[in-house]
C-alpha cells in the first residue's frame, strides 16, 4: 500500500535536512510501528505523508497503491485515504466541530465521487462513533479542539479517522499525553478499525502503546533512515535495552 | 493690502454647496432650522472637507477621497425588502422617505421632517466638535427619518428594524430615538441599496438610553459598490444600562462610520462590537471615540476586519476617561486578516485617561490565516479554498455569536457567507 524509497527531505524554509534515505514498505492489513530517539525524523516523516508544505521532498519517492503522492496537496491526499492523527491537534475558534466533522466528510465524498451525506446520516454516524470513544456529544458542540484536554484531544482525532475511514491511518505519538484509560479507549478505537484492506502506521516512543495496538513490524528511526526492522520482539528489546544498541550497530 | 488665499473648492465640495442652493426652500425646517443649515454649511464652505491634516480623518481624507457627489435624488419608486430577522416590525425609509403611516406596537413614532418643520430638532442640529464633518453635512441636507420612543418599562419581543433603501443620489436621514428607563428592545438599523445608481448618504442616529434600560443596536451597512456611506450614531448611556452595539459593514465603496458614546450613569455596562468585510477597491473607516464620564462603569471593544483585494480599511478607537470616572473597566481590540498584498488596514487605538484607578487595555493584530490551520483543515480532506473560507469566517463569527438573539446571529452569519462567496 505505501512504498517510500530513498526519501530525502528537508526544511523548506532554512533548508535542513531531516530525512535521509528513508526506505519502507508498510502493506495492506499491516500495522508498523516506527520508533526512535527525539529527533530521529518520526513526526517529520507524518507529515511529508500527508502533504504538509513546510518540508520539501529532494530526492525519492513516496509511491501510495502504486502512484506517486509528491504532487498532491493534503487535501488531495486525505480524499485518497491518507489520514494523520496529529500529536498536537490546532484549536481552531470560530470553526463548530460538528460543522467542520460534516465539511470534511462531504468533501472527501465528493472528491471521491460519492454522494454527500444527509444531516441525520450523518448525525446517526457521528453518535454512533462517538458513543464507542466515549465521547460527550456536548463536547462537539464546542469549537474545534477548543478547550479540549489533552485526552479529548487524542480521542477527537480517532473520532475523525473513525469517520473518514481511511486506507492509511498513521498515529503521531497518539499515545503522548494519555492515561492508562484513555489509551485503552484511543486503541480500542484504532484497533476497531483494522482490517485487510487498512494500513496503520504507529509512531511512538515508548513500547506502551504497542502492547494495546500490536505491530506486525517494528521500525527504528535515526537520523532520517530506518536503521533496523524487526516484528514486534525489536520494540519490546528497544525498551529493555533503549537505542543506544542498536545506534552503535548501525554506526 | 491684504491678500486672502481661499482654499480651491473640491469637485464634490462644489456639488454639496451647489445641491444645497439648489434645494433651497425645499428643505423641510422652520426659521430656526434654516439658520441652523446655513451655519453648517457656512461652516462646510470654509473649511471645506476634512483632509489628511485634521487628526480625526487622518486615515480618511474625504476631501481626496470623495470625487463626486450626484446632485439628483432618485424619484424611482422602491420597494421595503423582507425583515432582516423573519418576523419583526420593519419601518422603512425609502429614497430617504418614511412611510407617515408607520406604527409599531409599543412604540410611539414620529416623523423626523416634522420636527424639522416644528423647528424643535434645530437645537440636534449641532456638530460635536470642529470635525465633525458628518453631523455638519447630515445637518445642512437631513430631510426625513423616524423619531422613536421606546416607553419606560417597555420591552420589545422582537427586534425592530430601520431599513434605510435606496436606488442612489442623495440620502440624508437622522433617527432620534429614546429608550425609557427600564425598557428593554432590539434595533436593526439597515442600510442597504437596489444597486441603481451611485448614492451619497447620510445618517445620524441619535439615542439616549434611559437609567437601567437594555439595548441591542445592530448597525447593517449593506450599500451598493458605487455608494458612499457617512454614518453617526451618537448614543448617551444612563446608569446601569445596557448597551450591545453590533456594526458589520458589507458594502460601499467609501464608508466612515461613527460610533460616538457617551457614559454618563454608573453601572452602565457595554459591549461594542464590530465586524468589517471589505473587498475591491473600497476605502472603509469605523472610528469610535467612547467617553467614560462616570465612575463604575464598564466596556469591552471587540472589532475583526477582514480585507481582500485592494481594500482599505481604517478603524481608529478612543476612549476617554474623566477625572471622576474611577473604577473605569474598559478593554479594546482590533484584530485583521490581510488576505491580499494590495490590501491595507490602520489601526489607531487611542487612550486619555485622567482617573487613577481604572483598568484600559488595548491591543491590535494585523495576520494572514493562520498555516497550522489551514493545514489542519486540508489534512482531513477540505480543499484549499474552502477551508480559506471557513477560517475568515470563523474569525468574524465568533464575534456574531456573542449576540444571543439566535435568529439575528443566523441572519448577520447570513450576511457573512453571501459577502465571502462573493469576495473570498
Known amino acids: 500500500m505505501l512504498e517510500i524509497k530513498n526519501l530525502h527531505a528537508r526544511i523548506a524554509e532554512d533548508g535542513t535536512e531531516i530525512i535521509r534515505g528513508l526506505n519502507l514498505t508498510v502493506k495492506a492489513g499491516e500495522v508498523a510501528a516506527i520508533m526512535g530517539p527525539n529527533g530521529s525524523g518520526k513526526s517529520t516523516l507524518s507529515y511529508i505523508l500527508s502533504g504538509r508544505s513546510d518540508y520539501e521532498v529532494t530526492e525519492g519517492e513516496i509511491l501510495y497503491n502504486g502512484e506517486s503522492i509528491l504532487e498532491?496537496?493534503?487535501?488531495?491526499?486525505?480524499?485518497?485515504?491518507?489520514?494523520?492523527?496529529?500529536?498536537?491537534?490546532?484549536?481552531?475558534?470560530?470553526?463548530?466541530?460538528?460543522?467542520?466533522?460534516?465539511?470534511?466528510?462531504?468533501?472527501?465524498?465528493?472528491?471521491?465521487?460519492?454522494?454527500?451525506?444527509?444531516?441525520?446520516?450523518?448525525?446517526?454516524?457521528?453518535?454512533?462513533?462517538?458513543?464507542?470513544?466515549?465521547?460527550?456529544?456536548?463536547?462537539?458542540?464546542?469549537?474545534?479542539?477548543?478547550?479540549?484536554?489533552?485526552?479529548?484531544?487524542?480521542?477527537?482525532?480517532?473520532?475523525?479517522?473513525?469517520?473518514?475511514?481511511?486506507?492509511?491511518?498513521?498515529?503521531?505519538?497518539?499515545?503522548?499525553?494519555?492515561?492508562?484509560?484513555?489509551?485503552?479507549?484511543?486503541?480500542?478505537?484504532?484497533?476497531?478499525?483494522?482490517?485487510?484492506?487498512?494500513?496503520?502506521?504507529?509512531?511512538?516512543?515508548?513500547?506502551?502503546?504497542?502492547?494495546?495496538?500490536?505491530?506486525?513490524?517494528?521500525?527504528?528511526?535515526?537520523?532520517?533512515?530506518?536503521?533496523?526492522?524487526?516484528?514486534?520482539?525489536?520494540?519490546?528489546?528497544?525498551?529493555?535495552?533503549?537505542?543506544?544498541?542498536?545506534?552503535?550497530?548501525?554506526? | 493690502m491684504n491678500i486672502q488665499t481661499q482654499p480651491r473648492l473640491s469637485a464634490a465640495e462644489s456639488a454639496l454647496i451647489d445641491a444645497y442652493n439648489a434645494s433651497f426652500g425645499d428643505l423641510p425646517g422652520n426659521g430656526a432650522v434654516a439658520s441652523a443649515r446655513d451655519r453648517l454649511l457656512d461652516d462646510l464652505k470654509t473649511n471645506g472637507l476634512p483632509t489628511r491634516r485634521i487628526e480625526a480623518w487622518h486615515y480618511t481624507d474625504l476631501k481626496t477621497l470623495l470625487r463626486a457627489v450626484p446632485t439628483e435624488t432618485s424619484t424611482a419608486v422602491i420597494d421595503a425588502q423582507t425583515p432582516f430577522v423573519a418576523g419583526s416590525p420593519v419601518l422603512a425609509v425609502l429614497q430617504g422617505k418614511i412611510d407617515t403611516k408607520a406604527s409599531v406596537e409599543g412604540v410611539v413614532v414620529g416623523a423626523f421632517a416634522d420636527m424639522l418643520r416644528e423647528g424643535?430638532?434645530?437645537?440636534?442640529?449641532?456638530?460635536?466638535?470642529?470635525?465633525?464633518?458628518?453631523?455638519?453635512?447630515?445637518?445642512?441636507?437631513?430631510?426625513?427619518?423616524?423619531?422613536?420612543?421606546?416607553?419606560?418599562?417597555?420591552?420589545?419581543?422582537?427586534?425592530?428594524?430601520?431599513?434605510?433603501?435606496?436606488?442612489?443620489?442623495?440620502?440624508?436621514?437622522?433617527?432620534?430615538?429614546?429608550?425609557?428607563?427600564?425598557?428593554?428592545?432590539?434595533v436593526i438599523e439597515r442600510h442597504a441599496a437596489t444597486g441603481d445608481g451611485a448614492a451619497f448618504v447620510s445618517s445620524v442616529s441619535d439615542i439616549s438610553i434611559g437609567d437601567g434600560a437594555d439595548v441591542t443596536w445592530v448597525i447593517v451597512q449593506q450599500q451598493g459598490a458605487d455608494d458612499t456611506h457617512l454614518g453617526q450614531i451618537r448614543i448617551r448611556v444612563g446608569a446601569d444600562a445596557k448597551l450591545k452595539l453590533f456594526v458589520i459593514n458589507a458594502g460601499g465603496k467609501l464608508v466612515r462610520q461613527e460610533l460616538r458614546i457617551d457614559v454618563a450613569g454608573e453601572n452602565a455596562e457595554l459591549t461594542l462590537r464590530g465586524v468589517n468585510l471589505l473587498g475591491g477597491d473600497t476605502h472603509t473607516d469605523v472610528t469610535l471615540v467612547l467617553a467614560h464620564n462616570v465612575p463604575n462603569t464598564s466596556s469591552t471593544e471587540v472589532f475583526r476586519n477582514v480585507v481582500f483585494d485592494r481594500a482599505r480599511g481604517v478603524f481608529q478607537g478612543m476612549i476617554k476617561v474623566a477625572l471622576d470616572a474611577q473604577k473605569t473597566d474598559a478593554k479594546m481590540s482590533c484584530n485583521t486578516l490581510l488576505l491580499s498584498d494590495d490590501a491595507d488596514f490602520s489601526a489607531k487605538p487611542e487612550l486619555e485617561i485622567f482617573a487613577d484607578d481604572v483598568v484600559c487595555g488595548h491591543g491590535a493584530t494585523v495576520a494572514d490565516i493562520d498555516d497550522n490551520h489551514l493545514y489542519y483543515l486540508m489534512a482531513r480532506g477540505i480543499p484549499e479554498n474552502k477551508a480559506r473560507a471557513m477560517l475568515v469566517n470563523a474569525f468574524v463569527a465568533e464575534i456574531v455569536e456573542e449576540l444571543e438573539d439566535e435568529q439575528l446571529v443566523e441572519a448577520l452569519e447570513g450576511i457573512i457567507s453571501a459577502w465571502l462567496v462573493k469576495h473570498a
Open chain 1, 72 to 251: 498532491l496537496d493534503p487535501a488531495e491526499r486525505a480524499s485518497k485515504g491518507i489520514f494523520l492523527a496529529f500529536q498536537y491537534p490546532v484549536e481552531i475558534p470560530g470553526v463548530a466541530t460538528m460543522q467542520f466533522l460534516k465539511v470534511a466528510m462531504n468533501e472527501q465524498r465528493k472528491a471521491r465521487g460519492e454522494e454527500e451525506l444527509t444531516t441525520p446520516e450523518f448525525i446517526r454516524r457521528v453518535k454512533e462513533s462517538a458513543a464507542e470513544l466515549k465521547i460527550n456529544m456536548d463536547m462537539l458542540k464546542r469549537p474545534l479542539n477548543v478547550g479540549f484536554s489533552g485526552g479529548e484531544k487524542k480521542r477527537a482525532e480517532i473520532l475523525q479517522m473513525a469517520l473518514l475511514q481511511p486506507q492509511l491511518c498513521v498515529l503521531d505519538e497518539t499515545d503522548s499525553g494519555l492515561d492508562i484509560d484513555a489509551l485503552k479507549i484511543v486503541a480500542d478505537g484504532v484497533n476497531a478499525l483494522k482490517s485487510p484492506d487498512r494500513a496503520t502506521i504507529v509512531i511512538t516512543h515508548y513500547q506502551r502503546l504497542l502492547d494495546y495496538i500490536v505491530p506486525d513490524s517494528v521500525h527504528v528511526l535515526y537520523k532520517g533512515q530506518i536503521i533496523r526492522s524487526g516484528d514486534k520482539e525489536l520494540a519490546l528489546e528497544l525498551e529493555a535495552n533503549g537505542y543506544a544498541d542498536i545506534i552503535g550497530a548501525a554506526a
Open chain 2, 120 to 186: 424643535t430638532a434645530a437645537p440636534g442640529l449641532s456638530v460635536i466638535d470642529g470635525d465633525d464633518a458628518i453631523g455638519r453635512i447630515n445637518g445642512s441636507f437631513v430631510r426625513d427619518g423616524y423619531v422613536l420612543e421606546v416607553p419606560a418599562d417597555a420591552e420589545l419581543e422582537t427586534p425592530l428594524e430601520i431599513q434605510a433603501i435606496h436606488g442612489g443620489g442623495q440620502v440624508h436621514t437622522r433617527f432620534p430615538v429614546s429608550f425609557g428607563a427600564n425598557s428593554k428592545a432590539t
